[in-house]
């Protein structure tokens, strides 16, 4: 990780981001949606899904390879459940459709207490942890699991790469209780791609027991990294292979196949799961001490964190620090090899490139 940053005002950043996805074809509501979750990664220190890694997504599965269409238009599919929907994306844009289904299962959670939408033929939607973090801001309790653009994943005892990084992310209301919502958000590999990605780019070697080579052996190199490998053995396979489940009842097809070599019958494209509760929907009114809800929250983390473990960090703070560290910069935090990766997008995009000479540093 670099220790030294250039810090980029977000209208720049976000010029640049715009500009690429309108360069591709993309309509401007498209490149709005991709900009705000690019800026919302970078700011809260999520390097590994930045603007960077999703334009990258593009060139190998995306608008320039089939996989994702600008201007999709999403369908809603007819169901009989009033509190969930099921959407047809039709190839569009990932960050888009994934913006509006968080939007609308609030929606539906404050009619019902509970709404769930499931999208099927998607395209992937970046960090999954913004989505949430968003509802979790406004108050909900919200979650969301995607398959991945791409099996790279080799099950627990496997040899063979059958399964995608298949992200989970949870979110919960906490900012009142500790000053930033709670987010649990990790890819079921030991890594993400991603971070292979930010490896290579920045000269530094993988973890132990978190990749393999092409003859299936371990490798800490991220140049020599061909499949990647479950985080805590079963347990992330377990993890894993629930997307993929879940994509299954959705109308997703055979891990394997997605984003490879087309095959008679079956589909290269994603699949997302979003759920938003209300917190009201999971009140039993009978909080011990008399509390209220919001007060029962608060005095569970603090008892979570007491008795010696306040030093403890909770999942979401890193990120919370993170865009602390952001706002007082003034700007979002790239590292030199960044900067010149988000030139390469102004570049194409026709957009001025970022000076690094006139950035200040951090």
């Given at each position: ?38 800026t919302a990664a970078t700011r809260h220190g999520i390097r590994t899904h930045n603007a960077i890694k999703a334009l990258h997504l593009d060139d190998l599965f995306g ?77 909900y309790l919200a979650y969301t699991n995607c398959t991945a653009s791409l099996a790279e994943v080799v099950p627990f005892g496997g040899r063979f790469p059958t399964l ?199």
């Open positions: 990780m670099s220790d030294s940053f250039h810090v980029v005002p977000v209208s720049l950043h976000e010029e640049i981001v715009r500009g690429g996805y309108l360069a591709r074809g993309f309509d401007a509501a498209e490149a709005e949606h991709a900009a705000r979750l690019a608008s320039k390879a089939g996989g994702c269409r600008p201007g999709a238009v999403i369908r809603r599919l007819p169901g009989r459940f009033e509190a969930t929907e099921v959407w047809d994306a039709e190839k569009k844009l990932g960050q888009a459709v994934a913006w509006e289904a968080i939007d609308r299962c609030m929606a539906l959670a404050d009619r019902y207490g509970s709404g769930t939408v499931s999208v099927d033929n998607a395209f992937h939607y970046l960090w999954g942890g913004g989505y949430v973090m968003e509802a979790a801001r406004r108050g995608g990084t298949n992200p989970h992310s949870w979110g919960f209301p906490t900012t009142d209780a500790v000053g930033f919502p709670v987010v649990i958000d990790w890819a079921t590999s030991v890594v993400a791609m991603g971070r292979v990605q930010q490896f290579q780019r920045e000269g530094k070697a993988l973890p132990p027991a978190a990749a393999v080579d092409a003859r299936g052996n371990p490798t800490t190199d991220p140049h020599a990294a061909a499949a990647l490998l479950p985080f805590g053995a079963h347990k992330g396979y377990g993890l894993a292979l629930i997307n993929e489940l879940v994509a299954a009842l959705i109308g997703g097809s055979l891990p394997t196949k997605r984003s490879r070599e087309p095959q008679a019958g079956e589909k290269q494209t994603c699949n997302f799961f979003f759920q938003v509760i209300h917190p009201e929907a999971l009140s039993s009114g009978a909080f011990a001490g008399g509390r209220t809800q919001s007060e029962n929250l608060q005095a569970v983390l603090a008892d979570i964190l007491g008795h010696g473990n306040e030093t403890c960090l909770l999942p979401g703070q890193l990120e919370a620090e993170a865009a602390a560290r952001s706002d007082a910069a003034g700007g979002l935090l790239f590292s030199a090899a960044e900067i010149e990766a988000l030139n390469a997008i102004a570049t194409e995009a026709g957009c001025e490139p970022l000076n690094p000479s006139t950035l200040p540093r951090v």
